[in-house]
């Protein structure tokens, strides 16, 4: 699961290739935070596989040989995210409740990115075989229509992040962070609001270091597909070639880029134990049962397989 907080290195990247996409899109929906509701969750939950076709249809613009191919594999990894991981986001997130009352440190809201990133990890994993199965079925045209769609991306992504005064891009970053804080704390008062806004100000966060490795990840997606699609790649050629791609998108390598992810991941720590540490009992109590309705909904989702 994501915290609610829109830290970098954890939430969805609006540039991300559409290979990572393709592999990491049910953990997406399931994980990162992209639903406010619990009961939204449900919903969403069940009807995973169909929501996740249709964003990859976007990115890659199936045809209808290849669609039936596409939802087979995205249900197979569904059952097996459901009768997998389910369970144990219900024992990460009973032992986060025994956190939330207390106070934070940087190295507690480390470990709790970690297990997020080793999660979704997970999900890249299993994935493959199923990326394997359809990335040869691909043509060129929609090696095009993946083009188009990170360029619309890159321009969204320099409209949040880059084109604007310091001011006004800060403050729109802010509004993000404040809303996901918000779904896990409830309303926040003034002065955290303030810790927030502060700490997104003196922020390591830099738009163009970041989208300069987006689109580095996009190149290199472009380059994996290119050898494998239109039938030049069995599945088990494609699987390493998918395997390798996701080595490169975990492990930048570019070593300046390295160290900028960790110091960007050190900094988000550091945000995340400051605004709970500013938070009230009374707050923390409403993140501690948020987690739980979470962990209850995982957990009636689970006993349906």
């Known amino acids: 699961m994501k915290f609610p907080v829109n830290f970098q290195f954890a939430r969805r990247i609006p540039a991300g290739p559409g290979l990572r996409r393709f592999l990491q899109i049910i953990g997406v929906l399931l994980v990162a935070g992209t639903l406010q509701a619990c009961s939204a969750i449900k919903i969403a939950y069940n009807q995973a596989t169909e929501l996740a076709y249709w964003q990859l249809h976007g990115y890659f613009d199936f045809d209808s040989t290849q669609s039936p191919r596409v939802r087979q594999e995205l249900a197979r990894v569904h059952e097996w995210h459901r009768r997998t991981q389910l369970p144990v986001y219900i024992e990460t997130l009973t032992k986060w409740q025994t956190l939330l009352p207390g106070e934070l440190d940087e190295a507690q809201a480390c470990g709790i990115f970690d297990e997020v990133r080793h999660k979704l990890q997970a999900i890249s994993d299993r994935a493959v075989p199923a990326a394997g199965a359809v990335v040869g079925t691909l043509g060129p045209e929609q090696l095009e229509a993946l083009k188009q769609k990170f360029s619309k991306l890159n321009a969204d992504y320099r409209n949040d992040f880059l084109e604007g005064k310091p001011h006004a891009l800060i403050e729109k970053r802010f509004k993000k962070a404040l809303s996901r804080a918000e779904m896990l704390y409830g309303r926040l008062e003034e002065k955290q609001r303030t810790v927030l806004r502060e700490r997104i100000r003196q922020s390591v966060f830099d738009a163009n270091i970041s989208l300069a490795e987006y ?78 309705d979470y962990a209850q909904d995982f957990a009636i989702l689970a006993s349906k397989h």
């Open 215 to 292: 689109q580095r990840r996009q190149r290199d997606a472009l380059q994996s597909l290119s050898p494998l699609i239109a039938g030049q790649a069995s599945e088990e050629k494609a699987k390493p070639a998918v395997q390798a791609y996701l080595q490169r998108v975990a492990n930048s390598p570019d070593p300046a880029h390295r160290r900028y992810q960790d110091r960007l991941a050190r900094d988000n720590c550091k945000t995340f134990a400051a605004l709970h540490n500013s938070t009230t009992a009374a707050q923390r109590a409403k993140a501690v049962q948020t987690l739980q």
